[in-house]
């Protein structure tokens, strides 16, 4: 009986001095692969040209083009946010992904719009505005 005990006993130590290794095994430890990082950079370059171009088209309005840039800033800041640690987890590349999913479906539900674009001034500069960059 004491046999028993004693083993008990030991066991249950062993597994309360070994709970702490295991506390952390939480989503830090699923590793998203520098891959992914690069498709995200990518992405975010992408949109940032599709606004650009929408905008040197006339396809989105003053307006539309600085929320557009706000949410893509935002959303870059966040994935910069991220990596921070060094690593970019599986639940973080997942909300990243779904940000810039969204961020595309607005692109895209702003350049096809039927809103009137206009210049904003109205005179021959506001025309090239791009070559006053």
Known sequence: MRMIHATLIATSLSFLL?????ADRGDKH???PSKM???????????FHRIERGIDN???TYKEARKLKKKLRKTRRLSKEYREDGYLSRREFRHLKRKL????????E???NDVKRYIAYHDEYSRNRHYWK
């Open 18 to 22: 070994a709970m702490p290794a295991f």
């Open 30 to 32: 699923h590793y998203c």
């Open 37 to 47: 990082e690069y498709k995200i950079d990518k992405r975010l370059d992408r949109q």
């Open 58 to 60: 006339e396809r989105l």
């Open 101 to 108: 999913d969204n961020n595309s479906d607005l692109i895209r």
């Open 110 to 112: 702003f350049m096809h």
